[in-house]
């Protein structure tokens, strides 16, 4: 099986605006997706709005929210060295790259919506049907994005996201201007979840969204088959395309 590359799209916002509480990208929103894919042989580049360092929630980061993949991402060098040394938007090319996982974490709510390099980045996979996954907060990064009609692309979708249940559990200070589950649904994106904090994932043609960090691993294990299918789709249809060129050159000579 041939490896894919695959894109890891974070925030770089560290902290909540008008606040001094710090926020960044949730570790294990981050830590989960990068262990099934590197451990799956794809090829990872990680990327955020301004490049450089990647914020890390620190709330992720206390022993009752670290996941084994977490404390795994944590402490190993190649890893923390993708953290420091992301890469802006304006260096990347949607044609590079087979799938793009857009991680979650609270910061994400401030520099991933409206976003317009992430706009043209995102637009760009799903005009070829390339697999987008998306989980948590990291959902508002499709809020903005629009069919070739102008019409919003997550009207009439099926998606999840963090729900306005787990917002108010969490008591997060310091609101963005709205609440993901909310919005989505008022762009007439079909919105489901299941209970807070539980694994729970929606898969709608290329786009599959996770509801919370818990939903991170089995999106990207979704996501990575999805993937995978597509690309041996698309080889075969070279195979194909070739063999009738080759049908055609030797009807041609005799």
């Known amino acids: 099986m041939n490896s894919l590359n695959s894109l890891i799209i974070t925030t770089s916002n560290n902290k909540i605006p008008g606040t001094t509480k710090k926020t960044g990208v949730w570790l294990e929103a981050l830590a989960a997706p990068y262990y099934v894919l590197k451990d799956g042989g794809e090829y990872i580049t990680i990327v955020s709005p301004r490049g450089g360092q990647i914020p890390i929630d620190p709330n992720s980061q206390f022993s009752m929210a670290a996941s084994e993949s977490s404390t795994r991402f944590q402490q190993d060098p190649q890893a923390m060295y993708h953290l420091s040394h992301s890469l802006p938007f304006n260096e990347v090319n949607a044609e590079d790259f087979d799938l793009v996982f857009v991680a979650g974490g609270y910061g994400s709510m401030w520099d991933l919506v409206n976003n317009k390099e992430l706009k043209q980045i995102l637009e760009g996979f799903n005009r070829q049907k390339k697999a987008i996954g998306l989980v948590g907060h990291g959902v508002v990064a499709l809020v903005s994005l629009t069919k070739d009609n102008g ?104």
């Open 151 to 254: 019409g919003s692309l997550v009207k009439g979708r099926k998606l999840t996201s963090f729900s306005n249940s787990e917002e108010k559990s969490a008591q997060l200070n310091g609101e963005p201007d709205f609440y993901l589950q909310s919005k989505l649904i008022s762009l007439g994106a079909l919105y489901s979840k299941s209970s807070d904090f539980s694994s729970y994932v929606v898969a709608d043609d290329n786009i599959i969204t996770g509801q919370n960090p818990a939903s991170s691993a089995e999106t990207a294990r979704q996501l990575l088959s999805l993937a995978h299918k597509k690309a041996k789709l698309k080889k075969l249809k070279g195979y194909v395309n070739s063999t009738r060129r080759n049908i055609l050159i030797d009807e041609r000579i005799y």
